[in-house]
C-alpha cells in the first residue's frame, strides 16, 4: 500500500498500516441530526469547524449520566462516587486524546474562559519578563485574554499574518522573541482559512528564550493526532464540541507548568492539579459525554484500522481514528479547492497547495456578501457559516470585513462526496 500524506503534512497511512475502506455511512448512521431537511432537502453540515454534530452514544452517556449519576463531587454516597469516576474516566479519556497524564486534564465552561482564566493566572507572574508575544492569525479567544493584560503593563507584541499566503510570519514571529517575553501563545491551525502552523517549531523557539507556551488547539483538534508531549508545550486548550463532544473546554498543562500556576481559585479549593483550575460545580454531564466522544473516535480506529482486533491501548486507537478521518477527508477537500477555483468569481483564501492545511475551505463571491452565500446554501440545506468566526484580525488584513467576511466550509467524517457536489452546484448557481 503507497503512503497518503495530507493536506496537513500528516502521515495518515504508511506502508505498514492497514486499513479498511472508509465506511461513511456506518459513520452517519450514528449521528441523528443528519435526518434533518430544509425545504425538502436532506442537511449537510458543513459548519462543522463552528461545532460538529453529536453521534447517539455521546447522547446516551449525558443521558445516562443524568438518570444514574447526577450529583456534586466529593460525596459519600452512591450517586457522588459515580459522578466521580464518570469525571476520572473522562480525564483518562481526554489524556489519551492528547498524549498526556490524567491529571494533566482540567475541564471548564470553554476554552475562551479557561483562556482567560490562564492568561489571568499568568499575568500574576510579571517580572523582568514582561512581554507577551500573540498572533495576527489567531482567533480572538487566544488574542484577547492576552490583550487584557496590558492593563497590567504587560507589552503585547503581534506575529504578523501574511495575507498573500495566509500563513503566520515566522521569521518576524522569531523576531519578536526575547529574554523579555513571558508567554508565547498561538494557534495549531487556522478556524478562518484553515492553515496549519509549524507549532512544535513555535514552542522550541519559544523555549529557547525561556518564555511558556500555550496552543490554542480548538480548530485543529478534530483534523490530526495532537500529542503535547512531543510538541512539548506548556499549555494546550480545545472544545469537545469541535470534536463530536458536548460544549466544554478541555485544557491541558504540563505538569512542571500546572503545578506552579498561580491560578485563582477560592480558599477551599484544592490547590493541586488538575483541580486549581476547575471553579465550582463542573458541568458534569458534558464531561461525561466528552470522554465519550473519544471514545467514538477510538471506535473508528478499531474498525479501520484494527477489524477484529483492536489494541487494548486506547491511545493508539485515538490516532487511528483521526487518521482514519482526516484520510477521508483532505481529498474531497481537496476536490472542492478544484472546483471552486474553476467558477469565475469565486476566491478561495487559504495556504498554498504545498503548505499544510486543514480540510476548512473559506471563499468570497465578487459582488456577493458572504452572509448573502450562505444565506442562499442554507435555504437548500447547505450549513456553512459566513463572517469572521472570531478570527477578526485574519479578516481585516484579508481586507474582507467591510464586505462581509468569508464563507467557510468545514468537512468532517460524516460529510459525502454527494454533499460537496451539491455544494459546488448551488455555489456556481449563485455566482453566475
Same mark, same amino acid.
Given at each position: ?155 503585547? @507584541? ?45 514552542? @522550541? ?59 485563582? @481559585?477560592? @480558599? ?165
Amino acid at each position: 500500500m503507497l503512503d497518503i500524506i495530507n493536506l496537513s503534512g500528516i502521515k495518515l497511512i504508511g506502508k505498514r498500516d492497514k486499513i479498511m475502506q472508509y465506511d461513511v455511512e456506518y459513520i452517519r448512521r450514528q449521528f441523528p441530526a443528519l435526518g434533518v431537511k430544509v425545504n425538502g432537502f436532506p442537511a449537510a453540515y458543513f459548519d462543522g469547524p463552528g461545532g460538529t454534530q453529536v453521534p447517539q452514544r455521546v447522547i446516551d452517556s449525558m443521558v445516562d449520566y443524568l438518570v444514574n449519576c447526577n450529583a456534586n463531587a466529593g460525596g459519600a454516597f452512591l450517586t457522588s462516587c459515580k459522578s466521580d469516576k464518570t469525571i476520572n474516566e473522562a480525564r483518562a479519556a481526554l489524556a489519551d486524546f492528547l498524549g498526556a497524564e490524567p491529571d494533566e486534564i482540567a475541564f471548564g465552561h470553554n476554552t475562551t474562559t479557561m483562556m482567560f482564566q490562564l492568561a489571568l493566572a499568568l499575568g500574576r507572574e510579571q517580572g523582568s519578563r514582561n512581554e507577551i508575544l500573540i498572533t495576527e492569525i489567531d482567533h480572538e479567544a487566544n488574542r484577547g485574554p492576552w490583550l487584557a493584560l496590558e492593563e497590567r503593563g504587560f507589552i503585547i @507584541r503581534e506575529a504578523r499574518f501574511d495575507p498573500d499566503t495566509c500563513t503566520l510570519d515566522m521569521a518576524d514571529f522569531k523576531s519578536k522573541l526575547n529574554d523579555k517575553t513571558l508567554v508565547a501563545t498561538f494557534n495549531y491551525a487556522s478556524n478562518g482559512v484553515g492553515t496549519v502552523s509549524d507549532v512544535k517549531e513555535m514552542v @522550541r523557539l519559544s523555549h529557547k528564550v525561556g518564555a511558556i507556551t500555550v496552543i490554542d488547539a480548538v480548530h485543529f483538534a478534530l483534523h490530526g493526532p495532537i500529542d503535547v508531549k512531543e510538541l512539548d508545550t506548556d499549555f494546550l486548550l480545545c472544545s469537545a464540541y469541535k470534536f463530536f463532544g458536548p460544549h466544554i473546554g478541555v485544557f491541558y498543562g504540563r505538569r512542571e507548568q500546572f503545578e506552579k500556576l498561580p491560578a485563582y @481559585r477560592l @480558599r477551599v479549593q484544592y490547590d493541586k492539579i488538575p483541580y486549581k483550575i476547575e471553579t465550582g460545580t463542573l458541568n458534569h454531564e458534558g464531561i461525561a459525554g466528552a470522554g465519550e466522544a473519544v471514545e467514538f473516535i477510538a471506535d473508528i480506529g478499531s474498525r479501520f484500522y484494527f477489524p477484529g482486533n483492536p489494541p487494548a491501548d486506547r491511545r493508539s486507537r485515538v490516532v487511528a481514528g483521526m487518521k482514519a478521518m482526516e484520510s477521508y477527508e483532505q481529498p474531497l477537500a481537496q476536490k472542492m479547492i478544484d472546483e471552486l477555483t474553476s467558477i469565475e468569481r469565486v476566491n478561495i483564501y487559504g495556504p498554498p497547495k504545498d503548505h499544510p492545511r486543514t480540510s476548512t475551505v473559506s471563499f468570497t463571491i465578487d459582488g456577493i456578501s458572504a452572509d448573502k452565500v450562505a444565506t442562499a446554501l442554507g435555504e437548500k440545506g447547505l450549513f456553512v457559516w459566513d463572517g469572521h468566526f472570531y478570527a477578526a484580525c485574519l479578516v481585516e488584513k484579508l481586507g474582507l470585513d467591510s464586505i462581509g467576511g468569508l464563507v467557510r466550509v468545514g468537512l468532517s467524517p460524516y460529510n459525502t462526496e454527494g454533499e460537496i457536489d451539491r455544494l459546488l452546484a448551488e455555489v456556481k448557481k449563485i455566482a453566475t
